[in-house]
């Protein structure tokens, strides 16, 4: 556990320079948008006033100011499009720099007086808590955000939204932040079940080279009709046999399934097969 808990803190220092670097890209930007686009709605407004119109009719024409607003723009949209993005390379960089980067540091990684498993599960508990810090950090800028639209909008002409309302308006963003801890579970469990799967498909690459990375697309196949095997049979063969509880608990065994076969996998080819 110790040399676990090392190797995760040593995977997240190598992160940490752009890891600050998508924090602040996101706040600017964010801050930026909403700065931006209180000031607008307020210089509609005033010109509106300066033509004898009331607040009431302005809102008529115009429509409240609501955060919902921002999270509609580019500049909102914008800087979590790149850190997802980020992230998703980053699982795949993750391994690869270690081969290609400076003096095959690989090597010195699978020789450390540890489990080779143990940097497997570093990486990907690296990745889940990337993952997580930059959704905590993006309800805390949501909750700033507000606060400076609600310093440059009169309370007149704002739409008052609750952070649960400005979730909610949004699809993406709901899966993001879940309401509810088996919503958490589903949508994070598959999140991660997919980081387990697309690392045993870079140690097939590893291993086996041009034939690893078929290897790797036939494993990432299978585990998917595995984990949608419930799916498959309660819209073809059982034709909505399953209440939807017993779906759920057959979906979150095919789930443990398929990262106990990845992990299973992982570990022969760490240990047999791996080429530094």
């Known amino acids: 556990m110790k040399n676990y808990l090392k190797l995760t803190n040593f995977e997240l220092s190598r992160f940490f320079k752009l890891y600050v670097v998508l924090i602040g890209l996101t706040l600017v930007m964010q801050t930026v948008g909403i700065i931006w686009m209180s000031n607008t709605y307020m210089g509609s407004v005033e010109g509106l006033l300066l033509e004898g119109n009331t607040a009431e009719l302005i809102k008529m024409n115009l429509g409240t100011f609501s955060f919902s607003t921002l999270t509609t723009s580019?500049?909102?949209s914008g800087p979590i499009i790149i850190c997802i993005a980020s992230l998703l390379i980053y699982v795949f960089l993750i391994w690869y720099r270690d081969w290609f980067g400076k003096n095959t540091f690989v090597y010195r990684l699978f020789m450390l007086p540890t489990a080779r498993m143990n940097l497997f599960f570093a990486k990907a508990t690296s990745i889940f808590l990337m993952v997580l810090g930059l959704v905590s950090l993006q309800l805390v800028f949501i909750l700033i955000e507000s606060q400076i639209a609600k310093l440059i909008v009169p309370t007149t002409y704002m739409e008052s939204q609750n952070l649960n309302q400005i979730i909610n308006g949004f699809d993406?963003?709901?899966?993001?932040?879940p309401t509810t801890l088996i919503e958490f579970l589903i949508n994070y469990g598959i999140g991660f079940m997919a980081v387990f799967v697309i690392f045993t498909g870079i140690l097939f690459e590893r291993s086996f080279r041009l034939k690893g990375i078929l290897f790797g697309i036939l494993f990432a196949g299978i585990s998917l009709f595995v984990f949608i095997s419930p799916i498959l049979l309660q819209v073809t063969i059982?034709?909505?046999?399953?209440?939807?509880?017993?779906?759920?608990?057959?979906?979150?065994?095919?789930g443990l399934i398929v990262i106990a076969?990845?992990?299973?996998?992982?570990?022969?080819?760490?240990n047999k097969k791996i080429r530094v």
């Open 74 to 76: 580019l500049l909102f």
């Open 172 to 177: 993406y963003m709901r899966v993001l932040y």
């Open 238 to 254: 059982l034709e909505g046999f399953f209440y939807p509880v017993e779906l759920f608990i057959l979906m979150v065994i095919t």
């Open 261 to 270: 076969g990845s992990v299973w996998i992982s570990n022969y080819l760490l």
